[in-house]
Structures are given as C-alpha cells and as structure tokens.
C-alpha cells in the first residue's frame, strides 16, 4: 500500500490525526491503524479513547467505522476496549451499526474466544437472528455459522423455530444476505419427507436469481433435502427445475463457469438425469478457455449415452484436430473411456480413433495407442484385427506410456501377431535406456511371447531380457518381477502360463469417479473451494483455530518461566515475519530481568543444547520469529533471528515440516548484503520426517563481499532441499549483533574521539514512549548487547549517559542518552565515522531501550 | 463458510501490488509472493482460475491489465467470490465513469481503499449496489477537472437505505419527466457444421432497463412468453390471444424482483433502481431465428493454393438491415498471397490473425453476398501435420429484430402520486459467438 515501504514510524503522529471530522481521513487514518497496530501494540493503545469516543457518534456512519476497525486491531490491549463498545452497538437503533457489529462478533471470537462467551456476545448474536432488519439477520448468521465452525460445542444450531424465520428473511435479503442464510441452512436437518418438501418449496424461487453464488447455494439447499424426499414426481419435478439455471451458469464469466463446471461435474455424478438431456450445452467453444473446456470435456463423457454418442464422438473427433495438445491428448482419451463406458458404442468409437491415427499427428497416435490398450482389456478378442495398423505406427511411438502400452498389447497377442517376436526385439535393443514403466512391460510381453510361442528365437530373447532385468539393473520393482518370472519359469513353466496367461478381470471405466461418501460430503460444499478442488475441505484447511489457542492459553503459567511454548500460534503464522518478537511471545513466558530476546537466546546458558539436531522437540526460549510461512512454503516453515554468543554471530534457525513427504538435503545461502555476513560452515539440518521439527545454529562470518549502495538491514536468503523448490525469503539484520566484546573505550579515547568528529556526524533520535525505571538495569542490559558504560552526569533534572559500541572494521559509536529516570522520553545521540549507519543503529537499540 | 475472500489484491501485469486490503488475519501480507512466482511468472497463468499453493488458495481474474486475485486460506465459497470480484468491477466502474484499468486504479486509490472498506467486512461480501454506495461515499472518481460536483452533504439517513428492504434504491427521487427506457439485447450462439447442419443454438438475452421515475414505483413487465400467458389466461379464465408466445429455457432477475411472485403467479414485478441497470437475463435454444446462414467451400488445390468460397444469407425481413457485419475466414499460416471478388462490402487479409476479415458495413434482409478468394501458400517441408481448420467467425448487429422473437407485451408502472410515464423500447439481436465449422 505505501509501495512497500514500512511507514510505522510514523504511527504517532497519525494517531493524532485521528480526531479529524473529515470522515475521509478518519477513514484513511483508521486504515493505516489497522495496518501498523500490530507492529506497535504499545502505541496503539493511544488510538482506543478515540475509538470508543467515535463509537459513540451521532453519525452511525462514524459508530459504525470505528467499531468495525477496532475489531480488524488484533492487539490485546485493544481488543479489552471493544467490548463495552460492541455492546452497546449490538444494540443500536440503526441497522447499519447492527450489521456491523454482528460481524465484529465473529472478529472477536477469532481473537480471544473465550471473552466473548464471557461478555455474553453469543446470546446477543442469536437474538439479531430475530431482527427486524433482513441485512442485519443475514450478518448474524454468518457470524454464527463462522464461530460454530471453529468451536466443538454446539453454538448455533438450526431449530425448526429458525428455520421459519430464516426462510421469510430470504425473500428480503441482499443477494449476500441470501447466500450467507443458505450456506447457514444448508446445515439444517429435515425431520420428514414433508418438512423437507416444504423447504424445497420455499427455496426453489432462488434458482432465478441473477447472482451465481445463490443459485449454487440454493442448488446445494435442494439437493441435501432431495435425499430425504421420497415421492418420485417431486424429485423428478425439482431435477426439471435445477437443469435451466445450472445451464444458465454456463453463459457467465470463464472463471465463474469453471466453479460452476467443477459443481456440475458433482452433480451429475449424483443425479445423472438432471442434466442428461442437455449434452449440447457443454460442447466447447473455439475460443472456451482451456480450463473451461477440460472441464466440458469431462462431463460431456459423464453425460455421453448410447442414444447421443453418435453426436459426442463428431465433437470429440472435432477437438481432437484442434491447437492445444493437452486438450486434444484429453479429446482422444475421451473417445477411448467413451468406448469402455458404452458398449454399443465400442466399434464406432474405435473406428473414430483409428481414422485419428491416420492423421499422423504423433502425440494423437500415441494418445490413441494408449487407449486402445484399455478398450482391449474392456473387450477380449473382439477388436484384434486393427493391430495391424498400429503396429504400422511403432516406429513413432517416443512416450514411456505410449510404448508401454504397445508392448502390451504386442504381448498380450502375441499368437495372432505373426512378427511379434520381430517387434519386441526390435525395443530389446534399447532395454537399458528404457524408463522402468516400458521396461516392466518388455519383460511381461517378453515373458508372455515365450509361453505362448516357445520357439528359439523368444527362448533367446527371455535371456537377455532376464538378464538384463536382474544383474544389470538398479531397479528393484523390475528386477523382483524379473526374478517371480525366472522361478516360475525355472520350476513349473505350466504353472507359470497359469499365473502370467490367466484371463484378466473386466476393467470399466472409473477415472474421475469419486467414491459416494467423499461425493456426498462434496455435494454438502457445493459452491465451496472443497468443491472446486474435489476434496474434504479438512485435505486442504489445515488450522483448526480455536482449539489450539486455549491449548496455548494454557501454557504460560503452567510450565512457568521461557521453557516450552509453542513455537507458533496457528493463526498468526502466515503474518507473524513482520511481527516484533514481542508480540508473539506469550507475556508470562519472559521473566522480567532477563529482559530481551537476544539475551534469552544467546546468553542462556542452558540453551547450549540447542545446536543438537536431531531432536523434534521445539526449542527452549521465546519462538524465533517466522521467515517463511507454513503456507507459503508448502508446509515447510522457517524460523530464524541472527544471534550473538562468544563473540560469534549465529543465525539461530528452526525448521519445521508439516509437508506430507520427508525432506533432506537442506542447503542455505545469503544474498550479498550491506555488512558481508556469510555463512561459515554448511547447514547442518538432518532429515526431517513430517510432523517435526530440528533447530540448527549456523555460525556467520564477515566476508569482504558487500553489497553497494546506502547500509540497508535487508538480508535475502535462499534455502532449498532436494524436495522442493528453493525457497526465498529475506529477514532483518540487528546491528546489535555486530557489537564486539572489545567496544569498551577509554574516558580519554572517548573524549577525544568525540572531538575529532564532526558535528555534522553527530545524529539524535527521540523515542518518546520509552521509559527507564532504573539506569542500573539498563545499563546492565546494554552491556550484555555490548554497549559498553563510560560516564554519567547529572543535567538539570535529566540523567546524561555516555556509551560506547564498536561494530567490525573497527567503527565506532559514540552514544549520549539523555532521559528523566521514571518519565517517559529518551534522546539518544550518536557520533560515528559512518553516520550512515545510524538508523540502523537506532532501529537495532530501539528494542532494548523498550523492554 | 460464506466468506468470500481473506484478502484481495490488485497487480498490474509485471506482477507488482497497485493495491491491495487484508480483511482476515489468517493469509499473510506476503502471499500475493506466492502468487508472483507460481502463477505469474510461469506457465500456468490462464490453466486455471483457482490454485492451491501451500496452505493458502488463489482465485484470480484479469480484467483489462489488472489482475484481481483473491487469497483464503478456509473452506471459502468460490462462487461468491468471483461474483464479488465481478460485482466490485462493476462498482470500480460506476464511480470512474466507465474504466478499469491499472490508471484509473493509480487515480483513485484513497476512493478504491475507501470502497473496499464499505463493500465487504472480514471477508463477507456487504452491499454493492453503487446507487445506494454514492450516497455516502461521496468521493468522485478522478475524471475530468470539469465534471461538476455532487453536493457534499451525505444523506442523513443513507445508513437506513444500505440496509433498507430495498436496498437498490433511495428514497425521494423527483423527475420532471417520468419515462422508461427498455433495451432488449440478444446475443446468438451458434455452433454449425461444415455440412451445415446446427450443432447447438441458443440465445441469450438481457432486458436492460433504464428508469427515470419519480418516488417508488412498482413496475409489472409482459413479455409473450408462454408460461406467463398462460398463468394469465388461467388467472382471467379466458383463452390465450393466439399469436407467437415464446418458451423461455431459464430466467434470471435482478435482485429487485420478486421471486416468490414469480414463481407463484408468474409476473415479474418490481421496484427499480434508479438509473441503468439489468432487470433480467434469460436463454432460448428452441425455435431460434438465425438472422444469418453461411455456406463456406474451401477447396485445397494442391499444396500451394487454396479456393475459398463463402455464401452468406440474410434471412430476416427485407425492410430490416444489419449493422458491422464482420465474416472472418480462417487461412493457413503459411498464406503468402490472396485475391479477393466480393458483390457487397470489403475484404482483406489480416496476416496477425491468419484470417479474411470480411466487412460489410450495412447488410439488407433477404440477400445474399458472396466472397470468393483465391490464397496462394507458400510450401513447407516441415508442415507434415494438415492444418487444423479453425472455424469461420462473424460479428454483427441486427437492430429492430430479435433472434427469440420476444416481444414486450406491457409495462405497466404504479406510483402512488399516479403520473403518467413514457416507455420506450429497442430490440435489437447481436452475434455471440457465430461459428460455422469449415
């Protein structure tokens, strides 16, 4: 929004500006809280006298804003104010204000929870079902539905009472509210065929709507209560119903008819009659987006029937001379699975396939070849005579699955193909270059070719083959069969024409049919990524909110002091880079004295054991922040923070693998930066199973490789393992670490290293929200970041600190702090050869003044 | 779970955010990332509108030279986001006056965050309607330094309409003149074999309407369709006036009709919004006039030369004529030369496009030019493969005449003050898409 550029630092003065009456800017400064409150939880708490003040506006506009923003802070602090406010606007007079706090509701439940069954927001929610404003009603519900779905107790449950009452605010709903009320009932249970009658009826007006999202939610309303409806003519009546506005989907926008393409594909599944007459209407367009017509392509095979196949091979054969290989590839595999589905229509479909490979495009013949394959396992001894012509086409044939298949068949009819032992010889020579699949099947045809024909030459050619399949092979798959085949062979070749001649299952055609329990949870979801996708929304939604946050509230104080948290809150993990530690860590988890991460990680003692790897256990401390998201590496999750410890620098870094697949290989690098800093040994991860978790520390070294142009905190890294792609994220240099052990100087060397600069080198920041309680503490502290204390005096009532700190390539900083013991407001003044440095100084030391 | 989107993004084609609002918590602010680099720069842009990449799902449309994805995380309802995502364009549009593009997106970003804000609340979509927006969200879209502006007082009771019953349209409205402007636009799908024969047909239309009316009106619309003939000779128990009556496959309305009215008494009765809107939509296959029938004969003579003829035939009544007529006639690549004799219009050769571009500016009923063009190829040794004949395309507008033959039978308006109103109506037929296989 600010082109990438971080704006925080200016968070101050834009709270001030958040009393305005222009309703623009307070808008634009509501915004930018809701933007940057997170990564200045304590300066926000500023903004919450005007929120509540602007709850309580005469302008509903300006109540409803603020209420509807407070809800989008996820800061703790904040979130305490909400509720009076909340409350009151639960109640309000104006619906607008109704409306938007109902949704405020479900905002503050996937904060905290447990406040707002506390606070009694539920019942309030429950009551606004009965208001007398549709918009408000069907806000209400969504709320309800989103928290019933992320808790395990019952929260909202449809009762016949609602339902009524639902049913009549549908007719006055936005088009939102309709889908929101839809989605909610579609939950709802019918006690009877006649109840479940009823509800059809009274949602069956839906189909007309112009809005695609109702049809879909009305349309899956419909069929959940069909299961339940008994009388035939109603079901039959309501399919008739159904067809026209699924159709009607088709004449939107390419985007929404692929979601409504993926549904239909459902449907059909389910009730196959609804659509059967319609075939036409998923014939493709020229200019149909290629993920429109795949999509055409597959129903118009679910919808293929002896009385229409006639016109579905002629499209079929159409799309197979068209442009896209992919979709002529899938136009050719159609033909075939039309073939296994329909009997009759077997001949008609193979003489289309066979007029296809007399084209001589090679990815149709191999396509084709692949197909016929499945229609001789459908059909035994029925089509024979057409090897002729594909053998006429071996010498073309270059994909594994292509090959594969043509020696199957090659093999399979070994007796009636005169030439056969010629045509397999003809791949033997090329056995070990071969990709497995095709290997396999040489050696199956092979075998076969030997037991049916059991002359010389296939005597000789089992020999090599045998061969080549087990001594020479690395292979295990090919080389255990190989070695099934030689025992049998070897022992009992009767019994081996028993196993490898023995007639082969029927097969029929069910690619892309989905088992009935999965299709009825689908059905369920209709509308839904679930449905899109073809999967159980739980395949793919991976956080499970609630339960695992009051997991976590129970941590802090039950195990006391930095020991166990875990290492991530679900809910923040794809947002939490750019979160300041402090506001992850669980409060309790810091012990007061110890005040700072760096000291947490790098100066316990007891945290040595940290470099040992192999151990899934989270590690001790404070969680590292995240550099990349769960989500945003397919499951694997980085955390890292550069650290300091016996004058080395770290980059202490935790892995975590929630993938489905072990990974290993790990392997780091760094982007040239402002400071050299390298890595300076391998990364030593081990193999991480899924589910766990290793925790490595990386020693770094300064190199003399820097990056030009101005100091920036910016590193770049790119990990990568053998299982996925690399990966890159960047996270922020703390100049702290860069602070040596030897930056202790002299009074005198300060003094006069103070004079010999500039003063145009001098450079001073204020940080008006810090406050010092004690200069003992904090001065401890900083030395332990090595800020190192040379002098003190009194000003006024002011206390003047003098430090100083070295960073590599012997640079100094010298450091005034000037601040009132107890009184909030710091100045913090700094003199260095490189005055470039200083905001990355004053970004770095910023932390420790705060703490 | 009816949420629709975690947050939206808006990226100019080189992949860079214009724009963009987080409405949940649970994606994080460097997804759009993800996208750059899984979608945007590979080839799987434009495979498929929804992805998965690691725990977080991408839906993306391209409207002009923006991208417009949306990232969840949850179970959300696909259906209901594009729909946003198209409704939130139609919004974008209303308030710039007619574009959306990545200019007039860096034009008003303040007014984009500021209806982003107000259309849709932690991810569920809230009221999009522009007439009900404009009266609190009274920013202008950057136009012209000219257009003059609207008053500044925010309605006082603007929050009542958000959420109004009918939430479409404000109240108080006075016009001096009260009229109604009806627009019937069709649009022919046809898909026909090279033999000539329809491989599938349809219609669809839209009834556009544009109302400048006073107060609240109620409006009742007659079409000749035979389910609404029929309701109404059974409600006045007397038979049907002969004449065409048409079977309409599906209807959809706009959200100001009333639905269980029309599903039990079959009329279609509303308040309208003010100003333009779509009142309904609506697809015929059976008994569909086509206004044009083309007879192509392609005849490759040789590797190098090819003969195209093409007949095209206006079949709708004599008096009436089309407008931008465009026939365009597929070539191979290969074409180095072609001539033309046309009896009506122009031809050329549009080489980008591997096409004749026949034009024919204005069409009479009943007639019947013809094209025949003689191409000269240049012969390949490596072109092994036929070419694959893409079909013949055509474009036009025919005004007065509609492919369905649905006509508007009343349109009856009642307002309490009870004026008078004028109704105007247009029909007019355009090309889908017109394809004959060659």
Known sequence: MTVGKDVSSLFTDVVNCMQTENLELKKLVYLYLINYAKSQPDLAILAVNTFVKDSQDPNPLIRALAVRTMGCIRVDKITEYLCDPLQRCLKDDDPYVRKTAAICVAKLYDINAELVEDRGFLDALKDLISDNNPMVVANAVAALAEIQENSSRPIFEITNHTLTKLLTALNECTEWGQVFILDALSKYKAADAREAENIVERVTPRLQHANCAVVLSAVKMILLQMELITSTDVVRNLCKKMAPPLVTLLSAEPEIQYVALRNINLIVQKRPTILAHEIKVFFCKYNDPIYVKMEKLEIMIKLASDRNIDQVLLEFKEYATEVDVDFVRKAVRAIGRCAIKLERAAERCISVLLELIKIKVNYVVQEAIIVIKDIFRRYPNTYESIIATLCESLDTLDEPEAKASMIWIIGEYAERIDNADELLESFLETFPEEPPQVQLQLLTATVKLFLKKPTEGPQQMIQVVLNNATVETDNPDLRDRAYIYWRLLSTDPEAAKDVVLAEKPVISDDSNQLDPSLLDELLANIATLSSVYHKPPDAFVTRVKTVQRTEEEDYPDGEGGNSESPAHVPGDAGASSNVPPSAVRPPAAAPAPVADLLDLMGMDGNNSAIVATDIPASPAGPPLPVLLAASAGQGLQISGQLIRRDGQIFYSMLFENSTQVPLDGFMIQFNKNSFGLTTGAPLQVPLLQPGTSASTLLPMVLSQNLSPGPPSTLLQIAVKNNQQPVWYFSDKIPLIVFFTEDGRMERSTFLETWKSLPDSNEISKDFPAVVLNSVETTLDRLATSNMFFIAKRKHSNQDVLYLSAKIPRGIPFLIELTTAVGTPGLKCAIKTPSPEMAPLFFEAVEGLFKS | ?438
Not at chain 2, 71 to 89: D, G, I, P, T, Y
Not at chain 2, 111 to 131: A, T, V
Not at chain 2, 352 to 373: M, N, V
């Open chain 2, 1 to 438: 779970m009816p949420v629709a989107a975690s947050a939206i993004y808006f990226l100019n084609l080189r992949g860079d955010v214009l724009i963009n609002r987080l409405y949940r918590d649970d994606v994080g602010g460097n997804m759009v990332d993800a996208f750059r680099v899984h979608i945007m720069q590979t080839k799987e842009l434009g495979t498929c509108p929804v992805r998965q990449i690691g725990g977080c799902s991408f839906f993306y449309m391209r409207i002009s030279n923006v991208y417009i994805v949306i990232v969840v995380s949850s179970n959300a309802n696909v259906a209901c986001a594009f729909k946003f995502v198209v409704e939130a364009v139609t919004l974008f549009k209303s308030y710039f006056g007619g574009a959306f593009d990545e200019d007039a997106i860096r034009n008003n970003f303040v007014l984009i965050y500021e209806l982003l804000d107000e259309i849709m609340d932690f991810g569920y979509p809230q009221n999009l309607s522009p007439e009900i927006l404009k009266l609190y969200i009274t920013q202008e879209g950057v136009r012209s330094p000219f257009s003059s502006k609207a008053s500044d007082k925010p309605v006082p009771n603007a929050t009542l309409q958000v959420t109004g019953a009918v939430g479409w349209r404000r109240e108080g409205l006075v016009y001096k003149k009260n009229e109604v402007f009806l627009d019937i636009v069709e649009s022919v799908n046809l898909l026909m074999s090279s033999k000539g024969s329809v491989l599938r047909c349809d219609v669809t239309g839209k009834i556009l309407m544009k109302c400048f009316l006073s107060g609240m009106p109620d409006l009742k619309l007659g079409l000749n369709d035979k389910i609404g003939l029929e309701k109404e000779s059974q409600l006045k128990s007397r038979p049907a006036k002969s004449g065409k009556t048409i079977e309409l496959d599906d209807v959809t309305f706009h959200q100001c009709v009333n639905l269980t009215r029309f599903n039990s008494e079959k009329t279609v009765s509303f308040v309208p919004p003010d100003g333009e809107f779509e009142l309904m939509k609506y697809r015929i296959t059976e008994g569909v006039n086509l206004p044009f029938r083309v007879l192509p004969t392609i005849k490759e003579l040789g590797r190098t030369r090819m003969e195209v003829n093409v007949k095209v035939k206006s079949v709708f009544g004599a008096k009436m004529f089309a407008l931008g007529v465009v026939i365009k006639i597929p070539v191979p690549k290969q074409t180095a030369k072609t001539s033309f004799q046309v009896t009506s219009g122009r031809a050329k050769y549009s080489p980008s496009t591997d096409c004749l571009i026949w034009k024919i500016r204005k069409f009479p009923g009943q007639t019947e030019p013809t094209l025949s063009a003689e191409v000269e190829l240049i012969s390949t040794m490596t072109e092994k493969k036929s070419w694959t004949r893409p079909p013949i395309q055509m474009e036009f507008q025919v005004p007065m005449f509609t492919a369905s033959g649905l006509r508007v039978r009343f349109l009856k308006v009642w307002e309490k003050s009870g004026y008078n109103t004028v109704e105007w109506v247009r029909y007019i037929t355009k090309a889908g898409s017109y394809e004959i296989r060659c």
